[in-house]
Every structure is written in structure tokens, then in C-alpha cells.
């Protein structure tokens, strides 16, 4: 299994900046991908931005040149760098791992971006 949590949410007007950080219980190396993935309300979750193991990134559209996803496999986390933030981007924000078959998530973490 692989524990995820999330940091680093909070409330932030347009334009602002924040950085997300998901802490995996085991080395991320072993993990096939992680992702950033989003849920406004009313909405269905999406996903902002993955990794793979082998270091290929992707990110959606609509935070592209906005949005930078890193990983520090000494500590077993990627981060989500958010500039540029709109009010558009408010949901909450959740981690996932996929290993092996299976997808895990973490807890979730609110992102406010006031206009």
C-alpha cells in the first residue's frame, strides 16, 4: 500500500502563488506515476499534472506555463508549484499514486483563490 498526504493549501487572492507537497509512504521510485488531480464543486475531479517514474511530465491545459510539478525522491514527495493562481483553480486538490494495479489518494487539501 502507499499512504499519501497532502500539504500546503490555503486561501490566496488571483494571481498569487502556492505550493502544494505530497509525502508517499514508501520510495517513489517504486511508484509507476503520481499526479495531481483537482475537484471543484459540482464538478468531477481532473487531472492537473503527473509524473512517471521515469521522470515524464504531463499537465492539463488549462495550467500549462502556470503550474510546475517536481519530485524529490530523497524525500519521497512531489510538489505542485501554482503561480499565476485564477479563481478558476479553486477546488480541492488531491495526490494519487498509482502502484502496481492499484490508485491511492490522499486526504485532499483546499485550494481558495479569491478574485
Known amino acids: 500500500q502507499v499512504q499519501l498526504v497532502e500539504s500546503g493549501g490555503g486561501l490566496v487572492q488571483a494571481g498569487g502563488s502556492l505550493r502544494l507537497s505530497c509525502a508517499a509512504s514508501?520510495?517513489?521510485?517504486?511508484?509507476?506515476?503520481m499526479g495531481w488531480y483537482r475537484q471543484a464543486p459540482g464538478k468531477q475531479r481532473e487531472l492537473v499534472a503527473a509524473?512517471?517514474?521515469?521522470?515524464?511530465?504531463n499537465y492539463a491545459d488549462s495550467v500549462k506555463g502556470r503550474f510546475t510539478m517536481s519530485r524529490d525522491n530523497a524525500k519521497n514527495t512531489i510538489d505542485l508549484q501554482m503561480n499565476s493562481l485564477k479563481p478558476e483553480d479553486t477546488a480541492v486538490y488531491y495526490c494519487?499514486?498509482?502502484?502496481?494495479?492499484?490508485?491511492?489518494w490522499g486526504q485532499g487539501t483546499q485550494v481558495t483563490v479569491s478574485s
Open positions: 509524473i512517471t517514474s521515469g521522470g515524464t511530465r
Open positions: 494519487n499514486a498509482l502502484w502496481g494495479s492499484d490508485s491511492y
Open positions: 514508501r520510495n517513489i521510485f517504486s511508484i509507476n506515476a
